[in-house]
Every structure is written in C-alpha cells, then in structure tokens.
C-alpha cells in the first residue's frame, strides 16, 4: 500500500494560505479524484460551510467542532478520499490532530494542511509547527507589509485584544514586515 503525502502550507496572515488550498482542491477535483475539506468551527469570519479566502473565493467544507466529529461522520480511507484538506489548521487540537493525520497517510490518503506558522506575537501555533516538521512539502509563503511594501512575514494585530487568539481578519491584523512589527 502506497502512503499518503503531507503537504503544509503556512506564512502570516493575508499571505495566500486559503487560496493556495483552494487552487489544489480544484485541481484534484478537476482530475476526478475525492476530496474532503475541513475548517474548525472557531474560523466563522466568512461562512459556516465553506472555506474562504478574504477576497470571498469559497469552496465547501465541514466546519468541524473537533476530531471525534470528523472521525464520527466520515470514514477516512483511502477509497473514500484522495486528498483530505485541512484549512486553519492552527485552531485544531495539536495531539488530535497528528495522531488522525499520521493515520490518514498510513492509510494512504494526502494531506494538505494550511494555517499560520506563528501568533502575533511572534511565538509559533504548535499544530502548524508540528505538521511542519513531519511534512514531504512545505510551501512557506510571504504576504505584503501594509506599512512599507517589503516581503511581510508577520502578523500584526491592530486591536486591543489580550487572548492569544481572537478570530479576525480586516481591522483586526495586518501583515508586517520584521522593520513594521511589534509582538502583541
């Protein structure tokens, strides 16, 4: 039995990460393959059963409120799913997590994971940076810094918010470059 690929893609926020998933998500449908997209239940900024980009790009997913929920509702195989894609993954519980995806690529299904690599504050998302260790691909991608232009690799949240995670986006974080951002 052939085992499955994990592909993570992560960076800061603005830079991409959903429309990246979006792009293989058609393509794979596109050469009639199964998919199954998954988002945590946290990530309601723009619909409940879709994946979206800011730009409003969608594509439809289960919103799930934890792995016992996805693993309930759906038989994770490789006959019933080419490629599992798993957006926002910074949400989901990080045990949880690696333990079904390691069981997905044993049992032959692809994984794509995309989320943010780090909070705003600079310190990494442990689900994101555990997927990133054991992945086959990284895609590390940039945004623009809405201060200066530059490559921007953070994060930087513009509200006064103390939590280390508040569901948001415009008006909420900007992406900044290293000279534009101040840990929050």
């Known amino acids: 039995m052939t085992t499955g690929k994990l592909k993570t893609i ?14 293989e998500i058609l393509w794979i449908n596109h050469c ?22 800011h730009d409003q ?5 289960f919103s799930m ?9 759906y038989n994770l195989k490789r006959y019933n799913y ?11 519980d990080t045990k949880q997590t690696l333990d079904v995806v390691h069981q997905m690529l044993v049992d032959g299904i692809n994984v794509v994971a995309a989320g943010l690599n780090q ?4 310190q990494p998302f442990e689900t994101t940076a555990l997927l990133l260790a054991v992945s086959d691909e990284v ?12 490559n921007g690799t953070k994060t930087q949240r513009i509200d006064d918010v103390e939590d280390r995670v508040n569901v948001g986006s415009v008006g909420v974080y900007e992406p900044r470059c290293l000279d534009h951002w101040t840990p929050q």
């Open 10 to 23: 992560t960076g800061p926020m603005y830079a991409g990460k959903t429309s990246h998933i979006l792009q």
């Open 32 to 53: 009639n393959h199964n998919v199954l997209v998954l988002k945590p239940g946290i990530d309601n900024r723009y619909s409940e059963d879709h994946i979206a980009t």
């Open 57 to 61: 790009l969608r594509f439809p997913c």
């Open 65 to 73: 409120r934890d792995w016992d929920q996805v693993l309930d509702k």
């Open 82 to 92: 080419h490629t599992v894609f798993l957006d926002e993954v910074q949400f989901m």
């Open 119 to 122: 909070d705003s504050r600079g």
């Open 139 to 150: 895609k590390l991608i940039q945004s623009v810094c809405s201060v200066c232009g530059k």
